[in-house]
């Protein structure tokens, strides 16, 4: 059957047509999966009816669902361009589906992905970057190679695209889009907002990608436009809940002081409902682009003696007064909520800390090993996936740091068990090896420095 799928698909696809930058990411549960794309310099948006996407399984007996896309038509004083939006329904879980485009009366290539596992007790892999540009893309050959034997369930790109997206009149954006559309095409590709993206309000980055706000309380009669946060949203993937968050919010304070507050109000209700279901999604991961602890030289928003950046580690003088005390900092928040790991990109390079709340190196509570059963929340730096700034100065080596490579690469985490994460980051330098691997282990749902729930003996 599945031969005779591809095949049927093959002919079907003799006309190729140039519908492009098509992406992924991640519907509300794994029964649904959103297709993004753009049309460079389209003025007119075409009426929804005519463009949907085609999309079937190969055991679904060949039989094809279709779904409508929603249009999004953008334009400043850079760029114009149109971009269309599916939510493909009714997936079963853990299935291959092939979809493809029809627009006006254009079809694009084919593509296939394969649908997240339902429940929690299956094991993500995912990878983990930020700072992909599109000259300089040196983690990209490695990232398809993997994505070609299905390595990843999910990748995150934490901030900073293209450098930039709007520059060029758009054409940077589009030309990083179709770059990464062999690997984004096929995987789920979930972001958050880096300070490049801060162009006109990171508007042009809004317009270009579809994370869901609300999968906690989906609003299915909303629209799908009107369902986007790029800037913070969540996710439950088997024994994880993932947020990924703005940092940005913190340092583009002419765009509203308001969403610092709205975000961190945000986070912790998140937070919160993520630990009453600790149970069922034992880690907690947090992503986003600058990181609390800082070894960049030469960056604006690293204190260069304490080596943090205060506005998000510790909070932030809101409206710039400073007789008032700091707030909305998020190291207390993380820590107080149990966060196990925080990853990080802007700082172009990959740092492992050591387990650290308030500038103090905890140990391990089970062996001299500080990721067995680790005693506070682990930060990653992983921002050395590529790009045309190439590599920053860094200041000397704090003791809180334990492992750093200048080498381009990316991270993945690969969960070995529901409370055993293995983490490895890959060097594009040395052709793919592993350089750095350490294995994060607990044994119950809440972190070791936080309350121990009893178990019920009945
Ligand atoms: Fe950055």
């Known amino acids: 059957m599945k031969m005779l799928l591809v095949f049927v698909f093959s002919i079907f696809f003799s006309i190729v047509v140039a519908i492009e930058q098509i992406h992924l990411s991640l519907g509300t549960d794994e029964t649904e999966m959103i297709v993004t794309w753009t049309i460079p310099e389209q003025q007119t948006p075409l009426p929804h009816q005519q463009a949907r996407v085609h999309y079937g399984s190969n055991n679904s007996s060949g039989q094809l669902q279709s779904v409508k896309a929603e249009v999004e038509h953008f334009d400043d004083d850079e760029a114009e361009y149109c971009t269309y939006r599916a939510l493909l329904k009714e997936l079963k879980p853990n299935t291959t589906y092939y979809y493809w485009i029809e627009q006006e009366k254009r079809k694009s290539n084919l593509y296939h992905f394969k649908s997240l596992p339902s429940g929690n007790k299956w094991l993500p892999r995912f990878a983990i970057y ?62 958050c907002p880096g300070n490049h ?124 007064r400073y007789n008032f005390p700091r707030e909305y900092g998020l190291e207390n928040l993380f820590y107080k909520y149990g966060v196990d790991i925080q990853f990080y990109g802007h700082e172009h390079f990959y740092a492992r800390l050591a387990p650290i709340y308030n500038y103090t190196v905890l140990s391990g509570k089970r062996s001299t090993n500080p990721y067995d059963h680790p005693q506070g929340p682990i930060h990653i730096t992983t921002g050395s996936a590529g790009n045309l700034e190439l590599h920053p100065p860094f200041n000397h080596l704090k003791s809180w740091v334990s492992c750093h490579f200048l080498d381009y690469g990316y991270t993945r985490l690969l969960f070995e068990n529901e409370y055993h994460i293995r983490l490895q980051q890959v060097s594009d330098d040395q052709h793919g090896e592993v350089l750095d691997e350490i294995d994060i282990i607990k044994s119950a749902p809440q972190p070791q420095w936080m309350p121990q729930k009893k178990k019920i003996v009945s």
């Open 197 to 320: 993206e801060e162009y006109n309000n990171f508007s042009h980055y809004d317009s270009r990608f579809t994370m869901l706000g609300d999968r906690t309380m989906p609003m299915h009669n909303s629209s799908l436009n009107d369902r986007i946060n790029n800037h913070f949203h969540s996710m439950d993937i088997g024994p994880a809940h993932i947020i990924m968050f703005s940092t940005e919010y913190y340092y583009y304070t002419e765009y509203g002081w308001n969403q610092i507050r709205t975000q961190f109000e945000w986070l912790e209700k998140d937070l919160i409902q993520a630990n009453k279901n600790r149970a069922k999604h034992p880690w907690i991961i947090v992503m986003g682009h600058r990181s609390l602890y800082c070894l960049k030289m030469g960056d604006d928003s690293c204190d260069h003696q304490t080596m943090e950046r205060p506005e998000i580690r510790q909070g932030i003088h809101m409206h710039r």
């Open 130 to 191: 930020g700072d992909l540009g599109y000259v300089n893309e040196q983690s990209l050959p490695y990232l398809k190679k993997d994505v070609e034997q299905n390595m990843y369930d999910v990748i995150f790109h934490v901030g900073d695209f293209a450098y930039d997206l709007p520059s060029e009149n758009g054409w940077c954006g589009h030309n990083f889009m179709r770059s990464i559309e062999p690997v984004a095409s096929r995987v789920p590709y979930m972001t």
